[in-house]
């Protein structure tokens, strides 16, 4: 039933477009000059019936549900619904639906089957409401579009105005639904405020995110300090970006410049392959082979490693990270036009010395660009940490214990049965409101630092 | 008078700076220079003409091993520079360039400071002992490169603010400051006004003082110009190197009298 609207749909839009374009055709055979072309006048009705007709297809179908609920629920019976709280009155509803899809369990009294059939009979009617409804808009903007069609009838720009409005809201998409989040998440701070005064917060040494569940079970206060935890996620961070940075900017380089085509066309794709591995792989690797390994090496010089390290998760994160770095940095190098390069080796300059002085500053945005990306993905990196890293949270700057992370923490908290009114729950906003102000701010600061040193080409 | 020309023209053939031999050059399957041989006068500018997509680029990359930059491009043959040959394996081809400098047909200052842009040649090669030395050779160049009065003031912005005939003159002024003995030019007015080529052909006459110099040109006045000889490239061969005058006045191969005279290219 509800396809039958899109098929009308699409079949006003088709004939919208035919009978457009060939109107136009007309009046250009008849010997006039038109303003746009006939396809223009085709796509204008096209876009003209298809914009408005979806979003009203769209909208209806969001919100007949609620409605149709809420016109059976008030045509009950009255005082059926009197000693019931708002749950008890959820309950009735899914039992009026269940019956009207014949489902009867026990014996439902009769005014629940009537509101049933009620049900049946509102959505029936809602379904030739919406046919009915799409078939009349549809021809009325057809016959609003087909009249439309002159010959200096401005087609095209009308076609472009609707695109470029389709593109602005595409693109507000990304900046509203980054608002949404920042309000949710803000929301729920302010709540979990509330409960831990924002001193103890930002400035506690001190992470037990545990509280009593009954009045009466005897368990520790909690404590909401989150600079153990936070200190984890930087020792990490720091780990995994001495491994990757490296690595993965020396690669580039050596891939850019330095390597033979055949090598370059073999080493580049494997990079690339490091890229899709599933972090649940890599951790896997970290348990299973680097921390091992790190444990056994440490143990032969003398030194306490523990099983869990922010080494170790931190290096194989590191590794995951490669690929990121060692591609951006690679894409800004080659983005640097060969002129500069031919102007620096044909002054004399070494390869060695062209990488340097010109190609690496003219391509340090993307470079820290790659580098910013990086980081953020181990800010926000929570596997690899979960399984290779450890639970407990140690205020601590030594990659050989086992710390934690801010990611981490916040899936501790949301797993299980969790209710969202109680002070560790709400830590998790907190924290994810702390990580993503962090975040904010890296990148604004890299931002003026690259804007500082860039060296712009053209 | 015609004794003093021959005159100087044996002075010239005893300075021979640079010789190509049977040069090829092959791009992969495109065979681009085709069994080349001419020899490069000291302290003359040699003009390289011919129709579009000839080899002149390519033949003056050679004459620096620029060439060795493009993997796929191929040198066989024997150029020599000053008697030594410059593709054997003792030159390093990092000085053979501080020795034969590059001026390229689109400018292309690095995105540094004009000040910075001058120095690069001088730093890496440590021509400066102070930074007053640097100072000196900054400004001498861009004296030279016919820019300083324009940009005195500004050293310290970046060079990739000129304007193309600007840049253009920044990059000569950057080719001079390594003190290079030949200086190779692709098309280095191709972005310049009137007024600005003519002064970087006043500037090409100054150099002859001291360097030999090579230009590439599709201007045929240019050429006649600046130069004292020319070598007409075409489909890869060289087909008439002579005196300037000679060759434009009284071309010995039908086809350097078609392209001289607009018939082809
Ligand atoms: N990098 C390259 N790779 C492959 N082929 C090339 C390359 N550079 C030049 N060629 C080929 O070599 C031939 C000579 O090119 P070259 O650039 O030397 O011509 P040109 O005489 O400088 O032309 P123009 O006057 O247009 O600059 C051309 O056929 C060209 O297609
Ligand atoms: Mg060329």
Redesign the pocket.
Known sequence: MTTLPFLLLILAVIVGYVLNRVAAKTIRDGGNRLHSMTSYHGMFSALLILVPVLTFILLWLVLRGPVIDGMVMGGLPDGVLVDLDSGGVQLVLAEIKSVSRGQVFGTPEDWKIAAADRFVILHQRADWLLIAAVAAISLLLMGFARSRVTADFRARQGVEGIVSGLMIFCSTVAIFTTIGIIVSLTYETFRFLEAVPLTDFLFGVNWEPQIPLREDQIAAEGAFGWLPVFLGTIVITVVALVVAVPIGLFSAIYLNEFAPRKLRSVVKPVLEILAGVPTVVYGFFAILVVAPAIRSLGQSIGLDVAPNTALAAGGVMGIMLIPFISSFADDALSAVPQTLRDGALGLGATRGEMMTTVLFPAALPGIVGGVLLAVSRAIGETMIVVMAAGLIAKLTINPLDSVTTVTVQIVTLLIGDTSFDNPKTLAAFALGMMLFLVTLMINIFALRIVRKYREAYD | MNDMRQFERDVKMTNTKITARSVN?H??D?H??KDVDVDIADKTVTA?I????????????CLNRMNDT?D??RVTGLINLDGKDINHKSVDPVQLRAQVGMVF?KPNPFPKSIYDNIAYGPRIHGLARSKADLDVIVEKSLRRGAIWEEVKDRLDQPGTGLSGGQQQRLCIARAVATEPEVLLM??PCSALDPIATAQVEELIDELRQEYSVVI?T?SMQQAARVSQKTAF?HL?HLVEFNDTDQIFTNPQDSRTESYITGKIG
């Open positions: 050059v791009y992969g495109t681009a220079i390289f011919g129709p579009s997509g000839c080899g002149k680029s390519t033949f003056l990359r493009i796929i491009c047909q692709d098309e590439v599709h490239f890869g």
